[in-house]
Each structure stands twice: as C-alpha cells, then as structure tokens.
C-alpha cells in the first residue's frame, strides 16, 4: 500500500521561509493527485489552507503557497510568524474515491 | 456562512455500535461529495469514507470497510456514519468534512466542522 510521506518535524525562525514537502512512498506526486494542505492546532478541528496543489483556501494569507517540486507536493511558508506554529498535513488524492493522509508535519517557529 | 455541525459521539463497548450526525448549512448539500475523518488522541488525521453529492458513490478507507456505512439524506441537509462491530482503535474524533466543488468524489476538503468524540472502551 501507498503511503503518503511528510517530515516529521521542522523548525524554522520568525520570519523565516520554510517548505514542507508531501510524497509519495513509490512513485512521484504530481497536479494529478490534487495535493492539498491544512494547518492544524492542539485541540482544534483542522483548517484548510491548500487545494488542487496552488489554490488558496478563502481567508489564507499569500504566505501560504503550495506547488509541485521536483517529485513532491510543497507547502512553503514565507514570513513565518508565531501562530504558524502547529501541524501541517498533506492529502493526496489516490483515485477510485480514495484520499490518503500524510502523517503530518509539527512545525516550531522559534 | 457554512456550518457543519457533528453529533452522536459517546462512549460505547467494543462491539457496539454508533450513528454519527452531520448538519451542514450553508451550501447546496446535495451538490457536493462529503467525508468524515478521524483523529485518534495524541495521532494524526485519517479519512474514513467519502460519499458522492447524490449518494450514489460511496467510498471508504481499508481500516472500516465492512463494518462503517456513510450515507446522506439531502432533504435534511445531513451525513452519516453507522458505526458496527466497533474497535478499541475506532476510538477518535470524528470530524465531517465538504469536499471541493466539481468533483463527485473527495479530492480535497474546504470546510470542517468541530468534531465529535467516539470511545470505544468497556
């Protein structure tokens, strides 16, 4: 079975420019697998930032942009600030109605 | 303003079962493809199961087929999930999620609700 790959841990310094990455345990993720991003905090319901890999879900700073690199989906924040510090996670579209979550990534700004 | 609202969260023994509830306003329900997702305490999200905008397509993740069954009443603006034969690690909150436009089947997510808690322990 596919698993959805993403680093477990990243820190990155207050105003500082960090890309999560999303792959894929075999093969290559590409636009066709419609990568999307949420950002979640301890104890709430998770909130989306990316979907179909670039479009920013309503009300999200541009500080969040997402794209394929090389072979992977990526979340890249620019400027980061202290309430990005949470969870992020991945979501690839498998086909035949199948998503799959990537483990998730705990991101510290500090 | 969309609202998706989840309830029928509790605890239950292993073996039993639940029927889980979500209320969604807001958007035109029957035109979307909806799924619910867990999280077990202190792990990391997981989808369960999809179901198309007509309720014709259902879709569901390895771990619950055969014993969880998502379905939707668009007269009533409400998904479901029927729990059986529930595990210890069934145990998680349950959150319903609306899945992005033109698409009969999830390939994303645009809206959560808050979730909803499901223990399983005797």
């Known amino acids: 079975q596919t698993v959805v790959t993403q680093e477990p841990s990243f820190s990155v310094s207050p105003g500082g420019t960090v890309t999560l990455t999303c792959g894929l345990s075999?093969?290559?993720?590409?636009?066709?697998?419609?990568p999307s991003w949420y950002q979640q905090t301890p104890g709430q319901a998770p909130r989306t930032l990316i979907y179909?890999?670039?479009t920013r879900s309503s009300g999200v700073p541009d500080r969040f942009s997402g794209s394929i690199l090389v072979n992977k989906a990526a979340l890249t924040i620019t400027g980061a600030q202290a309430d990005d510090e949470s969870d992020y996670y991945c979501?690839?579209?498998?086909?035949?109605?199948?998503?799959?979550f990537g483990g998730g990534t705990k991101l510290t700004v500090l | 303003e969309v609202q998706l609202l989840e309830s029928g969260g509790g605890l239950v023994q292993p073996g039993g079962s639940l029927r889980l509830s979500c209320a969604a306003s807001?958007?035109?329900?029957?035109?979307?493809?909806m799924s619910w997702v867990r999280q077990a305490p202190g792990k990391g999200l997981e989808w369960v199961s999809a179901?198309?905008?007509?309720?014709?397509?259902?879709y569901y993740a390895d771990s619950v087929k055969g014993r969880f069954t998502i379905s939707r009443d668009n007269s009533k603006n409400t998904l479901y999930l029927q729990m059986n034969s529930l595990r210890a690690e069934d145990t998680a909150v349950y959150y319903c999620?609306?899945?992005?436009?033109?698409?009969?089947?999830?390939?994303?997510?645009?809206?959560w609700g808050q979730g909803t808690l499901v223990t399983v322990s005797s």
């Open positions: 807001g958007f035109t329900f029957s035109s979307y493809a």
């Open positions: 179909s890999t670039n």
């Open positions: 999620a609306k899945g992005l436009g033109g698409f009969t089947t999830p390939r994303g997510f645009d809206y």
């Open positions: 075999s093969g290559s993720v590409s636009t066709s697998y419609y």
């Open positions: 979501v690839l579209y498998m086909g035949s109605g199948i998503v799959v």
């Open positions: 179901v198309s905008g007509s309720g014709g397509g259902t």
